[in-house]
């Protein structure tokens, strides 16, 4: 992992107090870095910033931006042009006001990033985060990076970090305009109940460590296998388990099916999977859920029965003609 470097410092301030902190990039990509080359023989691929319809180069220095006006015109605003901007470029993050946890939809949140405390005494830093994580309040905060205003949410992770999140502004997240949103679908009982017991079956505390990026794993056996010149991935055998998905007939069926399938597992010591205990797997399953196995047992009887009646009737029939014969023989 690379050293963190702050890529900000200035004073976190509600109120009359400052706590000065410095700001570090919370997250990092664990993607293999790549550069794109010819297949043929892996000669290396460059771009190069040139005029369009010809081969002339432009220097980095002499690119500009082109925006489109609210007239519909092209305009070109240069670096200097966009240095003019009247952005509050104070080393400050204002604190405006704390709101509760809940009422921030996650999916405004964008960027993280670490406040570390930045002056000898960490105690005004260590007093805001306790006063969050008291009240259980997020602090909505405003600041300006890299020239522009951003507005972020201040809370507290564990052990008693800040983190400063950064939020997307209310145009910037698109509404759900989906057609089924008008549409009045009707949801049984026996369905939500058992969807319910379902999500109960796979109840769990989060751990972010017991996940992997697949992925990322997957080409790394690749590239090395590549390397050795073996293969990453023999041919393994057909999974069988869209045939079994094809036999489910419906939604509830569907439900039932997974909620007995996440009970085996739980069952089993061998499949590494859930850490539930059995008791626990068999309490939330519905008692309805075995009468509903038993019924198709009924029909199936119910059916065989006739099939039953017409071959005692049938060995009614060769009885009497067995009598007969006899009885002829007789005379």
Do not use: C
Request: net charge negative.
């Amino acid at each position: 992992m690379a050293t963190m470097r702050s890529i900000w410092k200035g004073d976190l301030s509600f109120g009359l107090v400052n706590v000065p902190v410095k700001v570090y990039s919370a997250t990092e990509s664990h993607d293999r870095k790549s550069y794109q080359v010819d297949s043929s023989d892996g000669t290396r691929i460059r771009y190069r910033r040139v005029r369009e319809g010809t081969d002339t180069e432009v220097e980095f220095s002499d690119i500009a931006n082109a925006y489109e006006s609210s007239a519909g015109d092209t305009v070109i605003l240069t670096k200097d042009d966009l240095a003019s901007l009247p952005v509050q470029k104070s080393p400050e993050i204002s604190i405006l006001e704390f709101v509760p946890v809940e009422q921030v939809d996650p999916i405004y949140f964008d960027k993280p990033y670490y406040l570390e405390p930045s002056s000898k005494s960490p105690k005004a830093y260590v007093l805001l985060a306790r006063a969050l994580q008291e009240t259980d309040r997020l602090a909505i905060a405003s600041f300006t990076l890299r020239n522009r205003t951003r507005m972020a949410a201040l809370r507290v992770i564990e052990p008693g970090v800040m983190t400063l999140q950064t939020l997307l502004w209310p145009d910037e997240v698109r509404k759900p305009d989906f057609g089924f949103l008008d549409d009045d679908v009707e949801i049984r009982d026996q369905e939500l109940k058992m969807a319910s017991s379902l999500i109960d079956s796979m109840a769990q505390d989060y751990d972010p460590s017991e996940f992997s990026d697949t992925y990322q794993e997957e080409l790394a056996k690749l590239i090395d296998a590549k390397s050795d010149g073996s293969e990453a991935f023999p041919e393994a055998e057909e999974d069988s388990t869209e045939d079994e998905d094809s036999e489910v007939a419906d939604l509830l069926a569907a439900l039932r099916a997974s909620v007995k399938d996440r009970g085996t597992a739980e069952e089993s010591d061998d499949s590494g999977v859930s850490k539930a205990p059995a008791k626990k797997a068999a309490k939330k399953v519905p008692a309805k859920k075995a009468a509903a196995k038993k019924a198709p047992a009924k029909k199936a009887a119910a059916k065989k029965a006739p099939a039953k009646k017409a071959a005692s009737s049938g060995s009614d029939d060769e009885s009497k003609t067995a009598a007969k014969k006899t009885s002829r023989r007789a005379s």
